[in-house]
């Protein structure tokens, strides 16, 4: 009976002993050796993003990083699970249920923005509005300035398959966002006067974009930024009236909505890398310089990796502040 109490005792302190081994906190060696794990999501400007800070990580922290692809749902999850740990281009306003959630239940934090300046709507040449000197390019519309404008422009922007009407690009079939920009569209009353086409991939729509602009025609339509295309054509939003919640879910007759670009993370990695939170809270960008990157992977037919590289050469004097001088020494090290 004795030797089974013994047996009993030992069993009971063993599992005590591995309870309290479990809850103890990871010391910061462990801690060290665990990756960041990036959401890699499927567009080139978050890919980027992602690249540059794991570049800064790894070098200037000595951690290791991983890329993991995800959709942005599973993202999210996987963030509030910590099996991810990083979003750098958390579009808060498409996933506002997903963001929320996470906040509120202390799962998701959020770091600040990566770019404040994200922008949708429609948009011409700037020839158009300016002219352009040095291709010989008199101003077509200089008083265009604002959506509604428009009506008084439709012969500079002619359908091809239908001379008598305007044309405007809606966005990419099958989006949201171009039925939205339809039903803006025709409030507006620009059905009048113009025909709407919506090509059938992004491709197609920044295509017909870079077209118009290298022959030097009109154009107008539905597009955002950041993007290659942005990057690498001088492009200008047409103005509308501020964005008004109320007035975008009954006319759409305003701004499209604020698109916050944020960086967010898990509880995992804020409790054990507290120096690459820091560097995070300070990581900002613009859409420009995002344009830039995109522009010049485009033209460069440039890696992930090489663009990274290029925008730490070429911007130190804004990376340098997201990081302390010593840490800083080691980046620049890495990349020479």
């Not at 005590?16 to 567009?43: E, G, H, R, T, Y």
């Not at 291709?135 to 422009?153: H, N, Q």
């Not at 090509?199 to 920044?206: E, F, I, N, Q, Y």
């Not at 967010?264 to 310089?289: C, D, H, N, Q, W």
């Amino acid at each position: 009976m004795n030797t089974i109490k013994s047996h009993a005792m030992l069993w009971v302190a063993g599992f005590v002993f591995a309870a309290i081994i479990s809850i103890m906190p990871v010391n910061s060696a462990q801690a060290a050796d665990k990756p960041v794990i990036f959401a890699d999501l499927n567009w080139d400007s978050i890919q980027i993003h992602n690249r540059i800070a794991g570049f800064i990580i790894e070098h200037g922290y000595g951690t290791e990083v991983e890329y993991i692809p995800a959709g942005t749902a599973i993202a999210y999850e996987a963030i509030m699970r910590d099996d991810m740990d990083v979003d750098m281009e958390s579009w808060t306003s498409n996933s506002q249920h997903l963001y929320d959630k996470g906040i509120k239940a202390g799962t998701l934090f959020d770091l600040g923005p990566n770019f404040k300046d994200a922008r949708e709507g429609l948009m011409v040449p700037t020839y158009m509005i300016k002219g352009d000197p040095k291709r010989g390019i008199k101003p077509m519309t200089p008083d265009l300035k604002t959506v509604a404008d428009l009506a008084k422009y439709p012969e500079y922007f002619k359908d091809p398959e239908d001379p008598s009407m305007g044309l405007i690009y809606s966005g990419v079939t099958g989006w949201t966002a171009t039925q939205k920009t339809e039903q803006k569209l025709k409030n507006y009353g620009l059905d009048d006067n113009f025909n709407f086409l919506a090509p059938g991939s992004d491709a197609a729509l920044a295509g017909s974009m870079v077209s118009a602009y290298k022959r030097g025609k009109g154009w107008v339509g539905y597009y955002w930024g950041p993007t290659w295309v942005m990057g690498m054509i001088d492009m200008t939003f047409l103005e509308e009236a501020p964005y008004d919640p109320k007035v975008w879910n009954d006319t759409r007759l305003c701004l499209y909505p604020n698109s916050d670009v944020n960086i967010i993370v898990g509880k995992s990695l804020m409790e054990r890398a507290p120096e690459i939170i820091e560097m995070f809270k300070k990581y900002e960008t613009t859409m420009a310089m995002t344009n830039e990157c995109l522009a010049y992977m485009k033209n460069e037919n440039a890696s992930l990796e090489e663009v990274a590289e290029w925008f730490l050469k070429t911007k130190e004097d804004v990376w340098t502040k997201w990081v302390s001088a010593d840490r800083a020494a080691k980046i620049k090290a890495a990349l020479n």
